[in-house]
């Protein structure tokens, strides 16, 4: 974490609205200001000074531009223990212009998934273990597609990872969610089910996609009940 000139760091603890808030010009005092001020989580925003965005101090700055030069860069929810939940980030991480100053490095954090292929896990929102389906590098890939198209925004969604479950009925499921409010485990109360999590883990570290399984099984349930049916009809009696 670090300090971006021209920018400071609003800490909004407990979902509470950002307006009349602390600030800060560094992101370190904005996470241990809401870190010791909050109950459940905290907010902390990097936002441009209204008379520091380059967007605004450009001489081909319209009247659009000075409305948004208070722009908010990014932004991160945190737990009381200051462990990052979820954010969203509109910087860039190298510049396609020199002088754009809005380089990835000035984001005053860097998230990465903290899990592997196939790895375990639960979640408070989850009603059973899922497994792990992305890996490390997705971010880095998502980036990279991006950046070929010549567009960045890094947004919440970059900073999600697919995980894989079975549902009561035998149907495979699969979520996207956030990892940071996640945890690994190596066990589970149902012991036939943890079976199944313990085999979808060591096929996706063998690199078996399970959503394209499941969608191949079930296209070959529907391939035969298609043809059962029409085996019924072919052998129904002629009134």
């Not at 899990?115 to 059973?128: A, K, S, T």
């Not at 969604?157 to 996640?182: A, E, K, Q, W």
Request: charged share 30%.
């Amino acid at each position: 974490m670090t300090g971006h000139e021209g920018c400071i760091y609003i800490v909004c603890p407990d979902d509470e609205d950002e307006y009349d808030k602390e600030y800060f010009t560094a992101a370190e005092k904005a996470v241990s200001y809401g870190i010791h001020h909050c109950v459940n989580s905290f907010k902390v925003i990097k936002r441009w000074l209204f008379d520091r965005n380059p967007k605004g101090l450009s001489e081909e700055a319209d009247d659009d531009d000075l409305v948004n030069v208070n722009e908010s860069l990014s932004w991160y929810i945190f737990t009381s223990e200051g462990n990052i939940i979820y954010g969203a980030s509109d910087e860039y991480k190298v510049p396609f212009d020199q002088e754009d100053n809005g380089r990835f490095e000035n984001m005053f954090l860097y998230i990465k998934s903290p899990f592997g292929l196939g790895d375990i896990v639960m979640g408070p929102d989850f009603e059973r273990p899922e497994v792990v389906t992305t890996d490390h590098d997705c971010f880095i890939e998502h980036y990279d597609r991006l950046k070929d198209h010549e567009y960045i925004q890094l947004d919440g969604s970059d900073n999600c990872i697919r995980t894989d479950c079975i549902g009561t009925n035998g149907n495979m499921y699969y979520d996207h969610t956030v990892p940071f409010h996640l945890w690994k485990i190596d066990s589970w109360e149902d012991k036939e089910y943890w079976e199944l999590m313990k085999m979808m883990s060591i096929a996706t570290q063998k690199g078996v996609d399970l959503y394209s399984f499941d969608f191949m099984c079930h296209e070959y349930g529907k391939r035969n009940k298609e043809e059962k049916n029409m085996n019924d009809e072919f052998n129904a009696p002629m009134e």
